[in-house]
């Protein structure tokens, strides 16, 4: 039984009843209709009280008639006492069964709607009546043992004792011995035998209907079921449907041989049956020896097996599916065990299989998707090499996109050629134990790479529009040929490798398409801005903003008539024109008034239409017509708009390629992977546009150019092209305003229930090269440079230590103002030789985080001046007390483990300190 949360313990009587009569079992492939209401299972329980006690009477009667030698008066006195008797102990037996039965009845009764509530009383009230239920027998069991067997012993003793007192009946001490030994040791264990296993088999259906109305058992339910183990059920019968009679035997014929000598006159004494009584005694301690050695080991031979099954099935329960039981017999547990580790192995290869899909869901560079679908793959199946063909409908061969083992970067061949051509051109899956036999298999490729190939399997992969757009190939099965389940993961893993294709495509397009977009909305001066069918305004780009002297906050959702009504009805009347007509409607040189400031504005508008030809809403280009603003329209069509600023104050010589000291940052989204897959590319576009309105407007506030978007990532430079006293600051300024701004943003995300989003911020500061790069066609204005890989790598390490802004030594040097910082390492980037000293900027936590680091900075750098000097025990002792202040600080987390580290194993002597990323 799995643990699982009830999912709804108030469920209304309507939707969770199940009508009597609904619940079937299966009797040797047979099936019976059984009724498991409520009133019917009461029916069979008194039935089974009634059977069973009767079982235990007639082996009561049985015994007594055949040694105990009961005169008729002393049969008749016996019935007619224990008859008038009966209720004596019949009365609490009840009392006590229909107590151990409420909770399974109520529940019953709640599911037979017999009650007027919306539901069960309480949200344990069906985990009760299942517990209840499957407790059941196990508590008749102690019932009669304890209960049921003693009451009766004592009232046929009682009955027996009086009839002797008030009616002289002449009953015998032995024949007092001999009866309630017979009730309490062979009449109440039957008795309790008999329930235990029939009522095991008669809760079958009523705990199938309790499971159907509650689901899996919270953990808590399932420690309240009493676990009767098999040992323990074999080790009961031995003891007392064997070895009790037998002891019983061996006595009471010695004693009834005694009995009958003295009745036919002689006189013997128990000494003189020393012989007998000892012959008795010990074939009964070796009988009853043996027995209850063979009982014992057949328990446990029956048992063993079941005990680890079940504790593994427990260990399974838990989650871990690595668990492996080892075959070392002969017997039906064999085939179990067999079974168990084949379900263990398919359960864990399904998960690997869900993780695979749930890794690569998100990933949208090509290679490295169909790299790891096909590497699972191979591990999945076994095998030693995996191959992905794409079909190239242009020159119609199929081509290597992935071929691992291989050095060789592509293979082609003719789609109709070999095994995978042959799959490609049928659409039949190929399953080849030997392929040197088979006449399409080419042996030159064998040949060439020294590979031997003993066996293929090769599925087509298609597309989701059923045609055929490759074939994915593996080969040698280790330990024996590829099997039907092998055939099926396979495609399995070929639907998975069509869809990453086409949603990495998608993704990709989309990506294109945005890039584009975004691209001629920043190449153009001209502003843009699109109305819908009601006359809203919905988007705006940033030239628009410029030219109307607003923000995107002060025009997005206004209403364009109310908007424009002031001195500027022009813009809405040629919105009119356009309504009436249809035809785009162009406005030329109009004066745009926005306060006391007008400007010269053409306006051009059109209708923007879907594919059906039906109105979307309005589409208004604005161009600003004064001398500087045309000479912005021209230079804009191949550089950004800070670039084009100050060129109209310093002239082109200020673009080309020359080197300078500018303060580069990087920031990027982190888990952009994951995110991107929960949301869809259309909620990651949106997503990626709220962020970057965000962020760009805090690097252009601060001065700095907007270099690039990598993806979700961001490259912005302060001091490009012309450089300034304070661009360092301005860099970490941006930064930590990124960061603050970044808060703000996912408070409102958080607000509708999007998931907040984290960055990380790299800067440094150093010379690079920055000027136009590009084609005669194409330019744009970057820089390139050590220090520019360095910002992009302290962005990278900001996961590593756990921190939002990481800035180089060279940074901090460059600093004019005081800034809250701390020293963090001195590393190595992978690809540098030179180590660099790695500072956490912290001015943005002041705010809302904590109100003084003076204390905890004060730790802190002590035990890093600690462990600078090697002094590796006042380190540790230090950056404990550090991390009692602050337990989140992974930078001390890190420290104090590496501490620990050299305590145990110190460094070299000609140790640096510096400690070397291995990754990017």
């Known amino acids: ?312 099935m427990q260990l399974v329960r838990k989650g871990d599916l690595d668990v492996e039981l080892r075959v070392a017999g002969t017997d039906e547990y064999a085939d179990l065990y067999r079974g168990f580790n084949h379900m263990t192995t398919e359960l864990r290869d399904e998960l690997r299989i869900h993780a695979i899909t749930h890794e690569l869901a998100g990933v949208i560079n090509l290679d490295t998707l169909i790299s790891k679908v096909m590497n699972a793959a191979t591990e999945l199946l076994d095998a030693e090499r995996s191959t992905l063909f794409l079909y190239d409908e242009e020159t119609n061969e199929l081509w290597s996109r992935f071929a691992e083992g291989l050095e060789t970067k592509e293979i082609r061949f003719s789609a109709e050629s070999g095994i995978a051509g042959s799959v490609l051109t049928t659409g039949k899956v190929e399953n080849i134990s030997d392929p040197y036999s088979d006449s399409r298999f080419n042996q030159d490729i064998d040949r060439q790479t020294g590979f031997r190939t003993r066996s293929i399997l090769c599925v087509p992969i298609l597309h989701k529009r059923g045609t055929r757009i490759g074939v994915a190939q593996i080969l040698n099965k280790r330990g024996g040929a590829f099997g039907a389940t092998d055939e099926a993961r396979l495609q399995s893993f070929a639907a998975q490798i069509s869809a990453s294709l086409e949603n990495a495509r998608l993704f990709q397009g989309v990506l294109e398409m945005k890039n584009y977009s975004d691209s001629i909305l920043r190449s153009t001066t001209d502003g843009i801005m699109t109305l819908n069918r009601s006359g809203r305004i919905v988007t705006v780009n940033a030239a628009a903003c410029r030219i109307l002297r607003c923000t995107e906050r002060d025009v997005i959702g206004k209403d364009s008539i109310s908007y424009f009504g002031d001195g500027n009805t022009w813009v809405t009347s040629s919105v009119d024109r356009v309504k009436q007509s249809g035809d785009a409607d162009l406005v030329l040189d109009e004066s745009f008034h926005r306060g006391e400031e007008a400007s010269s504005v053409n306006l051009r508008t059109t209708e923007l239409v879907d594919g059906e030809d039906e109105s979307l809403g309005f589409l208004l280009a604005f161009e600003d017509m004064t001398g500087e603003k045309r000479l912005k329209t021209t230079m804009s069509r191949y550089m950004s708009k800070e670039v084009a600023d100050q060129l109209l104050e310093s002239g082109a010589e200020a673009l080309t390629g020359r080197s300078q000291k500018v303060t580069v940052l990087f920031s990027d989204i982190r888990g952009f992977t994951s995110l991107s897959e929960e949301l869809g590319a259309r909620e990651t576009v949106a997503m990626l546009n709220e962020y970057f309105e965000v962020m760009v407007e805090i690097v252009h506030k601060r001065g700095g150019i907007l270099d690039k978007y990598i993806g979700d990532a961001i490259m912005a430079l302060f001091g490009a092209p012309f450089e300034s006293a304070g661009d360092a600051d301005n860099g970490l300024h941006t930064a930590n305003e990124m960061m603050r701004q970044l808060r703000s943003l996912n408070k409102v995300r958080e607000g509708r229930g999007a998931k907040p989003i984290e960055i990380g911020v790299g800067l440094c500061t150093g010379e690079v090269v920055a000027g136009n790069i590009g084609s005669p066609k194409r330019l744009d204005y970057t820089a390139v440079g050590d220090h520019v890989n360095i910002a992009s790598r302290l962005e990278g390490a900001t996961k590593l230590y756990g921190t939002a802004i990481l800035l180089s030594e060279f940074t901090l040097q460059d600093l004019q103002e005081d800034h809250l910082v701390r020293e963090i390492d001195v590393i190595r980037v992978k690809g540098k030789n030179r180590p660099v000293r790695v500072y956490e900027a912290l001015d943005h936590l002041v705010d809302e985080t904590v109100e003084d680091f003076s204390a905890f900075l004060k730790l802190y750098t002590r035990a890093l001046a600690a462990a600078k000097n090697r002094e590796w025990a006042s380190a540790i002792e230090t950056f404990e007390e550090a991390l009692a202040m602050r337990p989140t600080d992974v930078v001390s987390k890190l420290h104090l483990n590496r501490c620990q580290a050299y305590l145990e194993t110190p460094p070299a002597e000609d140790w640096d300190g510096v400690w070397v990323m291995e990754s990017k």
Request: net charge positive.
């Open 1 to 312: 039984m799995a643990k699982s949360k009830n999912s709804n313990p108030t469920r209304s009587a309507k939707t969770s009843v199940i009508k009597p009569g609904s619940l079937w079992k299966g009797a040797q492939g047979s099936t019976v209709l059984v009724d498991a209401s409520a009133p019917a299972v009461r029916k069979r329980l008194i039935a089974l009280y009634v059977q069973a006690s009767g079982v235990a009477v007639l082996i009561t009667m049985f015994l007594a008639f055949c040694g105990l030698e009961f005169t008729g008066r002393q049969w008749f006195l016996m019935l007619v006492g224990v008859t008038f008797g009966v209720p004596a102990y019949v009365i609490p037996d009840v009392m006590v069964l229909r107590r151990q039965f409420a909770p399974v009845g109520q529940a019953l009764s709640f599911l037979d709607g017999k009650h007027g509530t919306s539901g069960p009383p309480d949200p344990d009230f069906y985990p009760r009546g299942l517990v209840r239920a499957l407790n059941l027998p196990f508590l008749f069991f102690l019932r009669i043992n304890f209960l049921h067997g003693p009451l009766a012993t004592l009232l046929v003793v009682i009955v027996l004792n009086g009839a002797n007192f008030f009616f002289d009946a002449g009953y015998e001490t032995w024949q007092f011995l001999l009866l309630a030994f017979s009730i309490l040791f062979f009449a109440s264990p039957a008795h309790a035998i008999y329930e235990y296993f029939a009522l095991s088999r008669m809760m079958i259906p009523v705990v199938e209907r309790l499971w159907a109305a509650q689901g899996n058992l919270e953990e808590c339910w399932q420690s309240k079921i009493k676990s009767i183990r098999l040992k323990s059920k074999l080790f009961y019968l031995s003891v007392f449907m064997t070895a009790v009679p037998l002891a019983f035997l061996a006595w009471s014929t010695v004693y009834k041989a005694h009995l009958l000598v003295e009745k036919q006159g002689l006189v013997v004494g128990l000494s003189e049956f020393g012989s007998i009584i000892a012959w008795a005694s010990g074939l009964v301690a070796v009988s009853i020896s043996l027995v209850l050695i063979i009982g014992y080991l057949l328990a446990l031979d029956a048992t063993h097996g079941a005990a680890d099954l079940g504790e593994a």
